[in-house]
């Protein structure tokens, strides 16, 4: 056992730095590349990847940890569009709802609100903040990836 134990702000500045080097990558495409697939329909633009993460966030921090209502359309975040500016506001609200879910979390002891299978990663806050980090870097990943197909 690691007994590693992660503060709230300390996720919170990995959650940030992660969509801000996304947005970093939306700014370099700009408004009429951001949107756009790299390799044709099955790949995913820099604009829906970002909205996944967006989704990602809300559903392990908001409804896997908090209990909040999942009203996430999962299918729709890979089909999403928006400017450099959209894609700015989606990231500073999903930031600051991220922050507020991270602090309530804080020290919690959380009861899943989903099916077993996400009970091994979700079973305490340590557990879910790494889950939201994998994924957002994963994520962070493509996008720099996407950039360089879009731009050769």
């Not at 495409?29 to 909205?51: C, F, K, Y």
């Not at 966030?57 to 896997?64: A, D």
Request: charged share 20%; glycine share 8%.
């Amino acid at each position: 056992m690691l007994g590693v134990e992660l503060t709230s702000a300390q996720v919170t500045l990995y959650v940030d730095r992660a969509f801000q080097q996304m947005l970093a990558v939306a700014e370099r495409l700009g408004d009429a590349r951001a949107s756009e697939r790299p390799i044709g329909p099955s790949t995913n633009s820099v604009a829906a990847l970002i909205a996944h993460c967006a989704g990602v966030c809300e559903f392990w921090l908001g409804h896997v940890g908090l209990g909040r209502a999942d009203h996430r359309d999962r299918d729709a975040e890979f089909t999403a569009t928006a400017t450099v500016a959209e894609l700015r506001a989606l990231v500073a609200a999903s930031l600051a709802r991220a922050s507020a879910d991270l602090a309530a979390l804080d020290g919690a002891t959380v009861s899943p609100h989903e099916a077993d299978v996400f009970r091994a990663v979700s079973d305490n806050p340590t557990g879910l903040a790494l889950k939201v980090i994998e994924e957002l870097y994963q994520h962070l990943g493509h996008c720099e990836l996407a950039a360089d197909a879009l731009l050769g």
